[in-house]
């Protein structure tokens, strides 16, 4: 997976954590791999660090994790796998507010009663009205 593990093919480990990523998302990781050596010295990687960041991973949807990879290799290609970390935790507080945010706007839609959306909002609380010199409270 990726030239630097090319003398060695990888180990079961490696390779049931890719099962969770369909092909298109594999070859992304990769790629990823490939970027991650070069910030190395010796432009090797080790198979327990690639395991120790997949297994990380797993603790996030694997579309929050692709795209951090993606934003990863175009955008700091000279920061190392810890910085990824970093993005993915990023990207799922985004879009656990984002959901939050969709829920929030669903409740206000289905709350509302009016017929017309731009009538005001009624008052919980009696409000004092006039009407023809009267004085009542509704």
Same mark, same amino acid.
């Given at each position: 997976?990726?030239? $630097?593990? $090319?003398?060695?093919?990888?180990? $079961?480990?490696?390779?049931? &954590?890719?099962? @969770?990523?369909?092909? =298109?998302?594999?070859?992304? #990781? ?13 432009? @090797? ?5 690639? #395991?120790? /960041?997949? /297994? %990380? ?8 994790? #692709?795209?951090? &990879? ?5 955008? +700091?290609?000279?920061?190392? /796998?810890? %910085? ?6 990023? &990207? ?5 507010? =984002? ?7 669903? &409740?206000? #839609?289905?709350?509302?009663?009016? $017929?017309?959306?731009? =009538?005001?909002?009624?008052?919980? +609380? ?13």
């Amino acid at each position: 997976m990726g030239e $630097a593990s $090319a003398a060695k093919p990888p180990t $079961a480990t490696l390779r049931s &954590l890719y099962t @969770r990523y369909s092909p =298109e998302q594999q070859k992304v #990781i990769d790629d990823y791999w490939e970027v991650i050596r070069f910030t190395r010295k010796s432009g @090797r990687m080790a198979e327990s660090i690639k #395991i120790t /960041e997949m /297994e %990380y991973w797993g603790r996030y949807p694997p579309d929050i994790v #692709i795209q951090a &990879l993606n934003i990863h290799r175009q955008r +700091y290609q000279t920061k190392d /796998e810890r %910085y990824t970390r970093g993005i993915i935790r990023g &990207l799922a507080r985004e879009k656990e507010r =984002e959901a939050k945010l969709n829920a929030a706007n669903r &409740l206000n #839609i289905a709350g509302n009663t009016r $017929a017309d959306p731009q =009538e005001p909002k009624k008052s919980r +609380y009696p409000t004092l009205r006039v009407v023809d010199g009267q004085e009542f409270f509704g």
